[in-house]
Nanobody, 119 residues
Framework: QEQLVESGGGLVQPGGSLRLSCAAS????????MGWYRQAPGKQRELVAV???????NYADSVKGRFTISRDNAENTVYLQMNSLKPEDTAVYYC?????????????WGQGTQVTVSS
């Protein structure tokens, strides 16, 4: 069973930076998009950023200009560089891989990594 493993979360002061990483523990075929979501206490999970296999990106309005998503196709790894962090960025961040294969559509999720922005 393939799993996604996230790393890079932690506690940072407002205005600071963090870089999240997500890698698959096994081979996942047919990946066409990789993304990051987050869920703050009492709120629904929301999309933060997504990148397609072709390199197209999309960001939530709240993080545009501050966060950058990138991927290493050879390693099936996705990154999220977070700059100018704000307290409202505090949440559990989850990576997601979406794969399309002849047998159907598949979504893989990481276990989540806590990001806390506080002075």
């Amino acid at each position: 069973q393939e799993q996604l493993v996230e790393s890079g979360g932690g506690l940072v002061q407002p205005g600071g930076s963090l870089r999240l990483s997500c890698a698959a523990s096994g081979t996942i075929r047919g990946i066409n998009a990789m993304g990051w979501y987050r869920q703050a206490p009492g709120k629904q999970r929301e999309l933060v950023a997504v990148i397609t296999s072709g390199g197209s990106t999309n960001y939530a309005d709240s993080v545009k200009g501050r966060f950058t998503i990138s991927r290493d196709n050879a390693e099936n790894t996705v990154y999220l560089q977070m700059n100018s962090l704000k307290p409202e960025d505090t949440a559990v961040y989850y990576c997601n891989y979406h794969a399309s294969r002849w047998s159907g559509e598949y979504d893989y999720w990481g276990q989540g990594t806590q990001v806390t922005v506080s002075s």
